[in-house]
């Protein structure tokens, strides 16, 4: 017999929202794009959803899906409510008190008997200001050692950058797009990484800006340009190095800024002397006429703004890349002014001095680079482990990391989710979302925006600033150290940071779209960084070479780390991760609205496709030297033959169910000794079904 | 969650089912007069003319409570108090609820007519009903049908399959008054009196006449009609109409005009109380206004939005129309919606075939399908009563196609017939 | 707010998907449920064309979906909104299988739904969830004419700049929504 | 739960679906017996034109089937996989499901006294019907196969 009613559909599909919530602003945190927020939030001051804020100069009521997608990730079944304690291969909930103990008595523990340098941080951007003054803080008393997300996301970047103009932060905000003449995008597919600030691109098309993308993919920013220039892919540094043999050969430099700001001018000219654009055009793939019509465009169009990306930062020969195409801006004069410079992400705005009495501070009795790290974690020199953020999807050569830290003896995980890196710890801590606390965020128009609180903190979530007072309270440590509240971290480390200390709580609160920074005691504002022209190097003036760590020399994607060493023979193919709008590395997972959206494929040539004998959606098998991992193919004209692209932001303990793709990119820094590579890796693929499945 | 129904056909065990499927959780009570498992009250002509076996009149297997988790109670409900939000069992036991569906359906109605309480005089709506005029029939030869209406030609039916000759006695001047018009009546009529049915239109039974019987009570002997006639007969089958059963509401603050009045959602004028099926007066969407339609398809549509506002699903009833459907030796009978129009109202459409038992009636109003019948060729009388329902402008040329056409969904044209504005 | 219509405009459309899950966050729709879906097209002519497909209601001036919905579920209201009322909807899904645009979708329950142009919205005179977030303009909402005009414009704009497009729902088929597309 | 969905701009109204559906309900099982056959099999799917357009209109296994809740027998049910089925032998031929069919897609076999529909062939692998379309206007899917199915077809124009 069979049924007369079948109840599943009779409840609606559609519930649309009734805007009765209260309306706070705030500020995301996602991408450091800084865009302005409104935040229904019902009766029990639980997130309802989440909209654009109008009144946000920046973002102007404009959105990309990420923020949207963040309240199934608030209170989705993935989100960790209360401390677990593993016990026996299984998660037990404990209270918080009883969780700060057995941190605290592990943490002195190791620290008497291994040294400071046996415990260790990984930490991404769990919280905010808060939380990552209060972490800072409990460092210097313990001596720990932190590894944030530059190894990851911008170390090189930041590295070169601060060699040659003193500071490595960007040097413009993205709001002077609408001053610029030309504007340079490079590896950097903004439409859709910062997505709800591109508008600024098309009001500086509007106004007449020439945008030009360097891209190996024909990406949706490319799409959206006056000129797209298809390069091969690593071999951007050639080009730079092409452009800027053409500007001092024709004498397109700004010479009295060059003779009046700049050194090193001459060791430049020679460093790229022989390098004609013939040789640029048949490295990089880009017809020569192209080059050099790019050149006379960049030595006619002031002011210019460049604007790097991942795409020249993750990679193995980003520093003289980057030396290059800065080089290129500083020779150029296009520093200082509006509409000129460099913009970025990175938002470093100094650190905060002087919080701990000198007498109380530990110093790490070990110090180790991001790369030596996987080797102290297999050694066992590292007993102990903080981690907020999740190593295991987000560093390379995953697999090596998961076992690494599966190797430690006490890992604690300070976490929203239960997710690859959470699965492995001793101790798992609730934390707060964003959200959930207030706190300071900067975005890539340089400002500092006051963020506020929202919804209260999920079950018993609690902000790292208040985990590491609580738990330096219980080790003995000098609490009076740390800030009680975010408001209150804020004031410390403006007072303790001249760059900052003109920006309170109040001035962010009082100031639509916030306060450019720095703005030191008068309270000035700077817009831009070196208006005046003064550049914080040693000899006051743009280091053209840097500080001579990285040689201005284009180094072959091939032979550089990751790659040295590899048969081409067997590894035919290059690999790369690119991102998409709906993701923000493997945070934005946990939301059902974004798995549907995006689901992981591998971008292929039709005519490597031909090469593979895959079609459209088909599974490839694709193995690095480090790892393999199965993708279905998605075949399009938009990417250069033999480079397969994938996206970074799946991993196994989420819907998608994925081997994160880090675990094929090997541990490989470029030269600049910064940033870990993942692009541009050597590999070989398959198409799966060869193997019977 | 305590849900109550008062009722096990239709409308109770479509709002039950509902119900159970929405709240795994909740508890469902359902009480009814009759004590047994749901059964189809449209079969019990089927059943008394032996064409089905009882086992068949069940509509839900034999486990149905049990498996569905349904509490079941075999009382008659006297008395709804809502205040209390509970009711009184005839055996004086009180039912407290939180939610409750008054679902009692209607009862025949019995005209005072002199003699109808004579052993003989019987009514056809329940399984009980069928079940004693089965016992009694062996000593029957003649009856008379008093009402031609749906239930009155069925029963008609009933009896005649077990070879008893029919009378049928209406009022008005045709059979089915409510349900076809003169010209499809009249072919109806033609069809049962050449199976052997004698009919006495523009008549009524003024007496009943009983004679003695073994048992020292009086049974039927015949009845008086108006005309002065006489019929001899051993049964007579009241089938006048039926009333609902309100009794049960009176003093509890539910508003009852004919039946109990309801909103779209099925909720009546007390909170918490639901009424659906042949009790209530709902909407009806082609006569604009509050009508009992008591329709088996109404009823269980009216369960199930009744079932999910009680279980805290917020649906509306789109509202009810007529709608019939029967079968007279062998030959379909369908009709839908308005049949009559005031004289100088609307567009009319008609074909008839007598010869071949096919005949088809549509009526328009402001260019919208608003009613029909059909004899015979019945295939495709869905998608009409379809668009009645949807309330859209027709096209002329093709409704004057289907008098004589095969009559199929228009939707997949691109200049399909449905277009325009939904609604009056 | 009568008389709005909307205008997407698939050359700026820089595929981030925000109006997609605008929409899915502005009518409650669960995974699985969605109105409007955003995916890539890309195909070779003189050039490579790639853009992003809004699959979605274009709210038609005569709608092939109310003319399929056997039960009147699908109404194009007076003001040019076709809207679908989940209550009547019977989950026949014929409406799916009739709208050259894709735009009334399967439901995870099995019922049609689609875009009902955030009538809700359009009560208080705010525009549809996914033209308030779009970043790049590409979805704009105003008067007829006026977006009209504006679609016009950017027309003739790309057409300076070497770049042929094609309007769709102001010539032969009238739609609420009118699409600027690449050719 | 697969059905059978229809693609008016395919069909062409060569009426193979019908053809396939009588021989497979009928008793010989023979595409060139079946019209003999007395009572002679009815197609459960139809064929119909408007102008130079053709239709075929078969039982869409409505998810809140107006015939299952217009059964007085009870015969009319959904399955455990959730398809409309019907009982034949609770079936007493009142043609209530005929009366409330908006697509007219139940059959009433007069002779039979029994309606009768679409079961999709329920012990085949595919609908006879679809297998026989030659236009591919008949296909056999799921919900979700045949949005992404159809999202492939959609022109440039959307």
């Known amino acids: 017999m069979g049924f007369y009613i079948r109840p599943q559909v009779l409840s609606h599909n559609s519930k649309p929202m009734a805007h009765h919530g209260d309306m706070r602003t705030s500020i995301c945190s996602l991408c450091n794009g800084g865009c302005g927020l409104k935040v229904s939030v019902d009766q029990s001051a639980k997130v309802q959803a989440v909209f654009g804020d109008p009144d946000n100069p920046y973002n102007k009521g404009k959105l990309c899906p990420k923020p949207m997608e963040i309240v199934q990730t608030l209170y989705g079944p993935d989100r960790v409510g209360y401390p677990l304690k593993k016990v026996n291969g299984q998660f037990v909930r404990i209270s918080w008190d009883e969780a700060l103990n057995i941190i605290a008595q592990k943490h002195l523990n190791y620290l008497n008997n291994d040294g400071s340098g046996s415990i260790v941080g990984f930490t991404s951007k769990i919280g905010g200001s808060y939380s990552k003054l209060a972490l800072s803080i409990f460092s210097e008393l313990t001596g720990m050692a932190n590894f944030g997300t530059g190894p990851i996301c911008y170390d090189s970047e930041e590295k070169v950058r601060k060699a040659m103009f003193g500071s490595g932060s960007a040097s413009t905000p993205l709001s002077d797009a609408i001053f610029a003449k030309l504007i340079l995008i490079i590896g950097n597919n903004c439409a859709q990484t910062k997505a709800g600030q591109f508008q600024w691109l098309q009001e500086a098309r509007r106004a007449g800006a020439k945008v030009v993308v360097i891209d190996p993919r024909y990406t949706e920013t490319a799409q959206q340009v006056d000129q797209f220039i298809q390069i091969k892919p690593g071999t951007d540094g050639a080009l730079g190095m092409a452009l800027l043999h053409l500007i001092i050969k024709n004498k397109q430099y700004d010479e009295e800024f060059v003779r009046e700001k700049t050194k090193d001018f001459d060791q430049l000219a020679k460093a790229v002397a022989d390098f004609t654009p013939e040789k640029a055009a048949q490295i990089t793939g880009v017809p020569q006429e192209v080059i050099e019509k790019l050149a006379r465009d960049l030595g006619t169009s002031r002011p210019a703004m460049l604007w790097p990306g991942r795409g020249i930062v993750c990679v193995n020969n980003a520093g003289s890349t980057l030396l290059a195409f800065e080089a290129l801006m500083a020779i150029l004069g296009n520093i200082g002014k509006p509409g000129s410079g460099i913009v970025s992400h990175i938002n470093g705005y100094g650190k905060a001095n002087n919080l701990v009495p000198p007498e109380a501070v530990v110093k790490p009795h070990r110090k180790r680079n991001a790369q030596e790290l996987y080797q102290a974690l297999e050694e066992g020199e590292i007993k102990m482990l903080y981690i907020a953020g999740n190593p295991c999807a987000n560093w390379p050569d995953s697999n090596r990391m998961s076992k690494g830290i599966a190797g430690v003896d006490f890992v604690v995980c300070h976490t929203l989710v239960l997710d690859d890196s959470a699965m492995l710890a001793d101790i798992v801590l609730p934390a707060v979302h964003w959200l959930e606390e207030s706190g300071m965020q900067a975005g890539i128009n340089r400002v500092m925006q006051w963020k506020e609180k929202t919804g209260e903190p999920y079950a018993e979530a609690k902000s790292g600033g208040d985990f590491f007072r609580q738990l330096a309270s219980k080790m003995g440590l000098p609490v009076s150290c740390f800030p009680d509240n975010p408001e209150e971290a804020w004031e410390l480390e403006r007072t303790h940071n001249p760059a900052i200390v003109g920006i309170t709580v109040e001035r962010m609160r009082q100031t639509p779209g916030g306060v450019h920074y720095p703005c030191p005691e008068n309270g000035e504002e700077s817009v831009r960084l070196f208006a005046n022209a003064v550049f914080p190097t040693a000899s006051g003036k743009i280091e053209l070479l840097g500080d001579k760590r990285v040689e201005l020399k284009y180094s072959d994607p091939l032979e550089a780390p990751g790659n040295a060493g590899m048969l081409q023979t067997e590894y035919p193919y290059l690999f790369s991760t690119v991102k998409v709008a709906a993701h923000y590395h493997t945070e934005c997972q946990y939301s059902e609205w974004a798995r549907e959206l995006e689901k992981p494929y591998v971008e292929l040539h039709p005519l490597t496709a031909v090469e593979l004998e895959v079609t459209d959606g088909e599974e490839l098998r694709i193995e690095t030297a480090t790892g393999s991992l199965v993708l279905p193919v998605r075949i399009t004209h938009t990417v250069p033959r033999n480079v397969l692209f994938t996206q970074p932001y799946y991993t196994m303990k989420s819907g998608y169910e994925t081997l994160p793709v880090n675990s094929l990119f090997p541990v490989a820094c470029d030269q600049a000794g910064g940033n870990f590579v993942n692009k541009n890796i050597l590999c070989r693929a398959y198409a799966e079904r060869r193997l019977g499945r | 969650m305590r849900y109550l129904i008062v009722g096990n056909s239709a409308a109770g065990i479509f709002a039950a089912e509902t119900i159970r499927g929405l709240d795994q959780a909740g508890q469902i009570i359902m009480v009814s007069q009759e004590d047994n498992l749901p059964y189809s009250r449209c079969l019990t002509s089927y059943l008394l003319g032996q064409e089905i076996p009882e086992q068949r009149i069940y509509i839900r297997n034999d486990n149905y409570y049990s498996e569905t988790g349904i509490e079941f109670i075999g009382q008659n409900v006297e008395q709804v108090d809502a205040r209390a939000k509970s009711v009184l069992l005839a055996n004086g036991e009180k039912l407290s609820y939180d939610k409750l569906l008054i679902a009692t359906g209607s009862s025949p109605f019995t005209p005072p007519i002199d003699g109808s309480n004579l052993e003989g005089v019987f009514q056809l709506r329940t399984l009980e009903d069928a079940k004693k005029i089965a016992d009694f029939v062996p000593n029957v030869k003649e009856a008379v049908v008093v009402g031609a209406g749906l239930v009155g030609l069925k029963g008609a039916h009933g009896l005649h399959e077990l070879g008893i000759n029919v009378n049928v006695v209406e009022f008005a001047p045709q059979l089915m008054p409510l349900s076809l018009d003169s010209e499809a009546a009249g072919m109806v009529a033609g069809l049962l009196e050449k199976d052997g049915y004698r009919f006495y239109l523009n008549n009524k039974v003024v007496k009943i006449l009983g004679e003695k019987n073994n048992n020292g009570g009086m049974t039927v002997s015949g009845v008086v009609l108006d005309s002065g006639e006489q019929i001899a007969c051993q049964l007579v089958l009241m089938a006048v109409g039926v009333r609902p059963n309100t009794a049960l509401v009176r003093d509890s603050g539910v508003k009852v005009n004919k039946g109990i009045i309801v909103n779209d959602r099925m909720q009546t004028s007390v909170e918490d109380i639901y009424s659906a099926g042949d009790v209530a007066e709902t909407y009806d969407l082609l006569w604009d206004e509050n009508r009992i339609n008591a329709l088996w398809p109404m009823a269980t549509a009216q369960g199930i939005v009744a079932g999910c506002n009680m279980a805290g699903i917020e649906r509306r009833y789109e509202g009810s129309m007529g709608l019939n459907s029967a079968v007279f030796c062998g030959v379909g009978v369908i009709s839908a919606g308005i049949l009559n129009l005031p004289d100088g109202e609307g567009q009319v459409f008609r074909a008839a075939e007598p010869q071949r038992n096919y005949y088809r009636k549509f009526i328009l109003r402001d260019d919208r399908l608003v009613g029909m019948i059909m004899v015979g060729e019945i295939e495709g009388a869905g998608f009409l009563s379809a668009l009645i329902r949807k309330r859209v402008k027709v096209n002329k040329t093709v409704v004057n196609q289907w008098l004589t056409d095969k009559i199929s969904y228009q939707g997949y044209f691109s200049e399909g017939i449905p277009m325009g504005k939904v609604g009056q | ?183 | 739960m697969p059905k059978i969905y229809f693609r008016p701009e395919r069909c062409d109204g060569c009426r193979a679906c019908e053809l396939a559906c009588i021989e497979k309900h009928s008793q010989t099982q023979s595409i060139f017996m079946a019209n003999l056959e007395k009572p002679s099999p009815q197609s459960r799917i139809r064929v119909s034109q408007s102008a130079n357009q053709f239709a075929a209109v078969v039982c869409q296994q409505c998810l809140q089937a107006m015939c299952v809740e217009a059964c007085m027998t009870g015969a009319m049910q959904y399955s455990e996989s959730g398809a409309v089925i019907h009982d034949a032998k609770q079936c007493v031929g009142c043609w209530m499901c005929v009366m409330v069919c908006p697509f007219g897609a139940v059959i009433p076999l007069a002779e039979a006294k029994k309606a009768g529909k679409c079961n999709l062939c329920e012990e085949e692998k595919l609908p006879a019907c679809v297998l026989a379309c030659t236009r591919k206007a008949l296909w056999y899917c799921t919900g979700e196969e045949y949005e992404i199915k159809a999202a492939g077809e959609l022109e440039c124009a959307t």
């Open chain 3, 1 to 183: 707010m009568s008389n709005q219509s909307m205008l997407i405009d698939l050359t700026s459309c820089i595929g981030c998907k925000a109006c997609a899950v605008a929409c899915k966050q502005e009518n409650g729709l669960a995974a699985g449920n969605t109105f409007l879906k955003v995916w890539l097209k890309e195909y070779l002519k003189d050039k490579v064309v790639k853009y992003y497909v809004h699959q979605a209601c274009h709210h038609c001036n005569a709608p092939r979906c109310q003319a399929a919905c056997p039960v009147g579920a699908i109404e194009r209201r007076e003001d040019g909104v076709v809207v679908q009322d989940e209550d009547k909807c019977i989950g026949c899904q014929v409406c799916v299988t009739v709208c050259p645009y894709g735009g009334a979708k399967i439901m995870a329950n099995g019922k049609a739904g689609k875009c009902s142009f955030c009538k809700h919205r359009l009560k208080s005179g705010v525009p549809s969830a996914c033209v308030t977030v779009c970043p790049t303009q590409a979805r704009i909402m105003g008067g007829r004419e006026e977006i009209v005009r504006e679609a016009e414009r950017r027309k003739a704009e790309l057409l300076g700049k070497g770049c042929s497009t094609r309007l769709e729902g102001i010539n032969d088929i009238q739609t609420k929504v009118i699409y600027l597309l690449p050719e």
